[in-house]
């Protein structure tokens, strides 16, 4: 059994991952960005 806790994107920091430009979005930039912080706890049992 093991418990395991884990962290992402520990300073919630928004980094853009993507970034373009297009004809349908008449002069603006379209963005993806990271996925914010996330916290979790994974508990793991072998039968």
Do not use: C, E, H
Request: aromatic share 6%; no cysteine; glycine share 6%.
């Amino acid at each position: 059994m093991g418990a395991y806790l884990y962290v992402t994107n520990l300073l919630d920091a928004t980094a853009i991952t993507r970034a373009t430009s297009s004809a349908i979005a008449q002069g603006r930039t379209l963005v993806s960005s990271a996925t914010p912080r996330t916290i979790g706890v994974n508990v793991r049992q072998k039968f």
